[in-house]
């Protein structure tokens, strides 16, 4: 793939931890940042740090559950600012119950909407423009919970794994048109969401630090970007080892239903 500077970059989730961090990251003089987000006191406040650094800012306050009105909006940012990358980060986390009850199908609902369905659509809608101008860059947010489903989120663990095997499938058609798909596995990054996830949270980054990571491996299109190590690789050993034994290795790591 013919490497290129990205000038003009689009965030979705960035009043979140890691969206916010990615947008200061990337902020810098002839760069467009593209943010979208639910809160637009946050989403604001993250524009300014951008500001300040030399970069224009344009905001999208709004629910992306909504599609239609995500993909017009993708598409008009498109038709003014020409997208060279697109970050899908956004992402929102239930879990069983302290009690173990279950997940709610209504927040189920709105999880695969807000995780998986926003992601396949944001894709959707950025890849005609991308693929006439004949270059692009596409980072999925996924997570380590992809390689091996964790007892107390299923529903969570169900949606990244689908952004992941959604992220691999696009790499593989798109790598030909000059297209570079990447798939970003993160483990705990300090955020709300990740306060709120039950179990522990082994080698915890912070967003800063996260989104330096993910910059540098989008930034060499690599197919996938997780972190960190050792966590990332004992997750994936998970997904190799026979299901009975992943799952006493979760029950002795305190992540037992």
Aim: net charge positive.
């Amino acid at each position: 793939m013919t490497r290129f500077v990205s000038r003009n970059i689009l965030i979705t989730g960035a009043s979140g931890s890691i969206g916010s961090a990615l947008a200061v990251t990337y902020a810098a003089p002839g760069v467009t940042l593209i943010l979208q987000g639910r809160n637009e006191a946050r989403l604001e406040h993250v524009a300014q740090s951008c500001r300040a650094k030399g970069a224009r800012v344009e905001l999208g306050a709004f629910d992306l559950v909504d599609i239609p009105l995500l993909q017009a909006w993708i598409l008009g940012m498109d038709d003014t600012h020409p997208l060279d990358l697109v970050i899908a980060n956004q992402g929102i986390n239930i879990n069983i119950g302290s009690d173990g009850q279950g997940e709610a199908w209504a927040d189920t609902d709105r999880l695969l909407d807000v995780n998986l369905r926003a992601t396949m659509a944001i894709a959707h809608a950025v890849l005609p423009g991308m693929r006439r101008r004949g270059h692009g860059q596409i980072a999925l947010l996924s997570s380590l919970a992809a390689y091996f489903g964790l007892p107390h989120t299923p529903a969570y663990c169900a949606s990244k794994a689908g952004v992941k095997a959604f992220g691999e499938s696009l790499r593989g058609w798109l790598a030909p048109e000059n297209i570079g798909v990447t798939v970003v596995m993160p483990g705990y990054v300090e955020s709300e969401m990740c306060d709120a996830m039950p179990g522990p949270k082994p080698f915890l980054w912070t967003a800063d630090r996260a989104a330096r990571k993910i910059k540098q491996g989008v930034g060499k299109n690599r197919a996938r970007v997780s972190f960190p190590f050792p966590l990332n690789f004992g997750t994936w050993w998970l997904a190799v080892l026979p299901a009975h034994s992943s799952l006493k290795i979760l029950r002795w790591m305190g992540y037992g239903a």
